[in-house]
Nanobody, 127 residues
Framework: EVQLVESGGGLVQAGGSLRLSCAAS????????IGWFRQAPGKEREGVSC????????YYADSVKGRFTISSENAENTVYLQMNSLKPEDTAVYYC????????????????????WGQGTQVTVSS
């Protein structure tokens, strides 16, 4: 059974940092891309970042470039999202998702490209 379990969310002040984790099981980790998405109240779910586990290629939304870093610990089947310089507009439920490779670069932020989803973890940034 495929499982994606997010953790690491919480409440932080603006300018602070959080590290999210996505623990994966039930599939061959190296054969997949892992994406992070977020959804704020009343807004569409949007792609934040993605990493292709076969070659380490990473993608970022413009809104988080320079502040967020995605990394993959393949031996642990875990993907991390280090979030620095957090802003109130980063407040959302963050989800990780898995897509079997290949994943074209143009598709990394598309929800429909992903096969499996976690339950999400809440991130709240206070001003």
């Amino acid at each position: 059974e495929v499982q994606l379990v997010e953790s690491g969310g919480g409440l932080v002040q603006a300018g602070g940092s959080l590290r999210l984790s996505c623990a994966a099981s039930g599939f061959t980790f190296d054969d997949y891309a892992i994406g992070w998405f977020r959804q704020a109240p009343g807004k569409e779910r949007e792609g934040v970042s993605c990493i292709r586990n076969n070659d380490g290629t990473t993608y970022y939304a413009d809104s988080v470039k320079g502040r967020f870093t995605i990394s993959s610990e393949n031996a642990e089947n875990t993907v991390y999202l280090q979030m620095n310089s957090l802003k109130p507009e980063d407040t959302a439920v963050y989800y990780c998702a898995a897509d079997r490779l290949p994943l074209p670069g143009s598709m990394w932020s598309k929800r429909l490209a992903y096969d499996y989803w976690g339950q999400g973890t809440q991130v709240t940034v206070s001003s």
